[in-house]
C-alpha cells in the first residue's frame, strides 16, 4: 500500500499534539491526539474550514457537558441524553462535520474525576483545542500535493483509456466484457477528476491573490473535464448501440470512423498544446477535416435516418444521439483550444505544468 500524504500527515499531527500535551503536563494526551486525527484535512482550505467548525463543536459539546454534569451529574442515561442534545444542536447549526469530535468531548468531560471537576474539565477541553491546532498547522507547514499536477494527470490518463476504446470500438475491434469493466472503471476515475479538480479550486480560492491567470487555468480545467465527458460519453454509446452502427453502410461507418479519428487527434494534440509541447501556430488534426466533413457526415447521417426501416421507430432517435454526440465533443473540444490559445497568449510565464 503505498504511503500519501494524508497518512504522513496525521501520523505527524497525532505525534505533534502528544507532544505538545506531554510539554505542558496536561492529563490525558490521547484526547489531543484523537482531535488531532478528526481534524486532519486534504487541503489548507479544508483545514481552515475544519479548524473553525471542529473550533465550535468542541465548545458546544463542552459547555453542554459541564452544564449537564452540573445539573443532574455522570449517569450514564445523562451522557447519552447530552449526546443526543448536541447533535440536535450541531445539526440545526449546519455544523454536521464536527459532530464526532464534540461527542468526544462530551464524553472526555463527563467522564472526568467528580472532585475538581471543572478543573479537569477545562484541561481536557483545551487538550482537544491543542489537537485541532496541531492538525491545522501541519496542514500549514507540510506542503499540500501538487494538486495541478495530480489533476492534469489524471485527465491525461483517462482521456488516453477513453480514445484507446474509442478506436477499438470504431472498428468493432473491442471485447464486450473488458469494454464493459473497464467503462464502469472510467466513470469511477471521472468522478476522482472531479474530486481532485474540487481540491484544485479550493486551493486557488485559499490563496486570495488569484489572479486572472490562475482564474483561466480553473476554467480550462474545467474545460478539459467536459471535453473528457463527452468522449466518453461517444464510447457509451458506441457499445450501446454496436448492432446499430455495425449495420450502417460501409461508406458511412468509414466516414464516421475518419471524423472520429480526427477528433480524437485533435484531442490529444489539445493537451499536448496546453503542456507547450505543440507549437500554438501549428495547425492541429481537427483543421485537416474542416466544416465541409462535418456537414457531410452530417448529411450522410440524416439521410440514414430518412431510409430508416418505418417499423423500427427507435433507430432514427438511436442514429440522431450517436452524431449529437459527436457534435458536441467537436464543439467543446473547439472551445478547449480557444481558451488553450488564449491563456498561452496573454499568460505565456504561467502556461507550464510540472508533471514530472
Do not use: C
Amino acid at each position: 500500500m503505498k504511503l500519501g500524504a494524508r497518512m504522513l500527515k496525521t501520523g505527524i499531527a497525532i505525534t505533534l499534539a502528544l507532544y505538545i500535551t506531554q510539554l505542558l503536563n496536561l492529563p490525558s494526551p490521547i484526547f489531543s491526539a484523537i482531535a488531532a486525527i478528526f481534524a486532519i484535512q486534504p487541503t489548507i482550505y479544508r483545514s481552515y474550514l475544519s479548524v473553525v467548525e471542529h473550533v465550535q463543536g468542541n465548545i458546544i459539546g463542552a459547555l453542554l457537558a459541564i452544564t449537564f454534569h452540573l445539573l443532574f451529574g455522570s449517569h450514564i442515561l445523562i451522557v447519552g441524553l447530552t449526546a443526543i442534545i448536541a447533535i440536535v444542536i450541531m445539526v440545526k447549526l449546519k455544523l454536521e462535520s464536527s459532530i464526532r469530535l464534540a461527542l468526544v468531548t462530551i464524553i472526555v468531560i463527563m467522564e472526568a474525576p467528580a472532585e475538581q471537576f471543572l478543573y479537569f474539565a477545562s484541561l481536557r477541553t483545551f487538550g482537544i483545542f491543542i489537537g485541532i491546532l496541531s492538525a491545522f498547522a501541519v496542514n500549514l507547514i507540510f506542503l499540500p500535493p501538487k494538486y495541478e499536477t495530480k489533476l492534469f494527470q489524471s485527465i491525461s490518463d483517462v482521456t488516453e483509456d477513453i480514445i484507446k476504446w474509442i478506436r477499438l470500438t470504431t472498428r468493432f475491434a473491442s471485447e464486450d466484457q473488458l469494454l464493459q469493466k473497464d467503462i464502469g472503471s472510467i466513470k469511477k476515475r471521472i468522478t476522482q477528476v472531479n474530486q481532485l479538480y474540487s481540491m484544485y479550486e479550493e486551493e486557488r480560492r485559499y490563496f486570495k491573490k488569484s489572479d486572472l491567470a490562475k482564474l483561466r487555468k480553473l476554467v480550462i480545467y474545467r474545460q478539459m473535464i467536459q471535453v473528457t465527458q463527452k468522449s466518453f460519453d461517444i464510447l457509451k454509446l458506441q457499445r450501446k448501440y454496436e448492432n446499430i452502427l455495425h449495420k450502417l453502410p460501409e461508406h458511412l461507418q468509414t466516414e464516421t470512423r475518419e471524423r472520429l479519428d480526427s477528433l480524437l487527434s485533435y484531442h490529444e494534440q489539445l493537451l499536448l498544446k496546453y503542456l507547450g509541447k505543440v507549437r500554438q501556430e501549428a495547425e492541429l488534426d481537427d483543421t485537416l477535416y474542416g466544416e465541409t466533413d462535418r456537414d457531410r457526415l452530417r448529411d450522410l447521417f440524416l439521410n440514414e435516418i430518412r431510409k430508416s426501416d418505418p417499423e423500427d421507430v427507435f433507430q432514427p432517435y438511436h442514429l440522431m444521439r450517436i452524431l449529437s454526440a459527436i457534435i458536441e465533443y467537436e464543439e467543446q473540444l473547439e472551445q478547449l483550444d480557444k481558451l488553450i490559445g488564449a491563456f498561452q497568449t496573454y499568460h505565456e510565464n504561467e502556461s507550464q505544468v510540472d508533471i514530472g
